[in-house]
């Protein structure tokens, strides 16, 4: 099976760069996905990673070491409207990779 | 191009009553994935259908669930006699074929609230 670990909080000050690490077991490994969630929202695809190393979009990169089995989502400048939760997922092997498992989400506090 | 659209998007159900989830996917896409979001939790894979195809449905409950996609219209999660566990939110999203992250789409969601 697969399951991921993420912290469950994390806050930072406006302006500031947080780092959000995942670290997951699974058996067959297609990829590290990030999602944004904000309260009552619907998540946001973010970013993916199926390679080792950094990938940037913006104010948010995501890494990945495949054989740590660990990655992070980084926020830099970080903005109010950043408070949110943030889900780091993979896809499952069976069905041809079709069905994302999530982790239990880091929530993040940005405060002025 | 309107986005995944979910309906209701919040749902009052007694105990024992029936709940049904709709789900229109993007224009162009046959794939879709509900997932169920318990609070302060992950969201968790319930069933993956193509259109008239059930493909992968190992994340549903054997009993009181349902899933269908039909030819025409949209996806409809189905919930039979409802109890007090199943308040969630459940999130459906749709890809327009096999797909990487970032072509699952993921719609408003449906709060399920059951009293």
């Known amino acids: 099976g697969q399951s991921l670990e993420q912290p469950s909080e994390v806050t930072a000050v406006e302006g500031a760069i947080v780092q959000i690490n995942c670290t997951y077991q699974t058996s067959g490994f297609y990829g590290l996905s990030w999602y944004q969630q904000h309260d009552g929202g619907a998540p946001t695809f973010l970013s993916y990673?199926?390679?080792?190393g950094l990938e940037e979009t913006g104010r948010f990169s995501s890494f990945l070491s495949r054989s740590d089995s660990y990655g992070y989502l980084l926020l830099q400048e970080l903005q109010m409207k950043d408070s949110a939760s943030y889900f780091c997922?993979?896809?499952?092997?069976?069905?041809?990779?079709?069905?994302?498992?999530f982790g239990t989400g880091t929530r993040l506090l940005v405060s002025p | 191009n309107a986005g995944v659209m979910q309906n209701p998007r919040h749902l009052v159900r007694r105990r024992g009553q029936e709940a049904r989830l709709r789900c229109s996917p993007m224009k162009g896409h046959s794939h879709v994935y509900w997932y169920r979001q318990l609070p302060e939790e992950g969201l968790k894979f319930m069933v993956y259908l193509q259109k008239e195809n059930i493909i992968d449905e190992s994340g549903m409950p054997k009993e009181r669930f349902s899933a269908e996609f039909p030819k025409e219209g949209p996806s409809i999660l189905r919930i039979q006699q409802v109890v007090r566990g199943d308040s969630a939110a459940y999130f459906c999203?749709?890809?327009?074929?096999?797909?990487?992250?970032?072509?699952?789409?993921f719609g408003p969601g449906t709060r399920l609230t059951v009293t």
């Open positions: 990673n199926a390679l080792d």
């Open positions: 999203a749709s890809s327009p074929g096999a797909s990487v992250p970032r072509e699952q789409y």
């Open positions: 997922a993979v896809r499952a092997p069976n069905t041809g990779f079709q069905k994302l498992v």
